[in-house]
């Protein structure tokens, strides 16, 4: 009986040395297996050092892809074609002062007509008829006829004419004889040889003829009074170069 329970000591002393061996194999199988799955050979080798495993690799691995993810979107949304911007711009047209346009058309109110109304034209207007209105042209006026209101033109040329109202030119002003006008007169220019009742403001020179009669008071730059012509008013050459005044300032 003693052979017998000394082999089976023995046999037990075998089995219990063999099982540590057998587990051993089993898990070098085990990561052999898993070889290619990273997370499994962290793992074994974190469990090998005594380590307790955790998941910071692989949380590290989907951030990084995340990364690459948000990367690709970005890049492919650079790369794609953005629209131009557009740009707006107002543009104001500067302030500039039309000239005067004046037409080469000739008017003409004949004898027998009568305009009860204004006259506005950019040519010029030959006036025997009569206007009851203002008058505004860019060009000449020619009167021979009556007019009962005030004149702006270019140039204003009067003969056998009655005029009530004022007379504006640009230019010259010629008052032939037999013509009456009842209002101012203003113009850079004038020759007087009618009638006029109201002032004479006339930035060049005035010429009196000796057929003309002035009632009001004359501004010009030099006057000329023919022998003959009666002016009942003050006369100033307030637009001449030297100033009488200057010479008696004490």
Known sequence: MGFFQELKEDLSQAVNE????EEMLEKEQEVK??????????????????????????????AN??????MES?????AAPQP???????????????????????ATITKMMTVNGDV?????LDLVGTV????????????????????????????????????????SVKVGQNTVIRGNIYATSAVIAGAVKGDIDV??????????????????????INNGAAVEGMCSQCYADVSPSNFFKD
């Open 203 to 224: 930035h060049g020179p005035v010429i009196l003829d000796a057929t003309a009669i002035v009632m009001g008071n004359i501004k010009s730059k030099a006057v000329q």
């Open 33 to 62: 297996d898993d070889v290619l799955d990273e997370d499994a050979l962290f793992a074994a080798a974190e469990e090998s050092m005594g380590i307790e495993h955790t998941d910071d690799v692989t949380d590290m691995i989907a």
């Open 132 to 171: 009851n209105g203002n008058i505004k042209i860019n060009g000449k006026l020619n009167v021979t006829g009556a007019i009962a209101g005030n004149s702006e033109a270019a140039e204003v040329y009067a003969q056998d004419a009655k005029i009530t109202g004022d007379v504006t030119s640009t230019g």
């Open 84 to 106: 131009a911007p557009v740009m707006t711009a107002t543009y104001e047209e500067p302030a500039v002062e039309a000239a005067t346009f004046v037409s080469d058309e000739v």
């Open 120 to 124: 506005i034209s950019s040519g010029s």
């Open 65 to 70: 892809e995340q990364m690459d993810q948000a």
């Open 18 to 21: 063999l099982v540590p061996e």
């Open 74 to 78: 970005f890049m492919a949304e650079t």
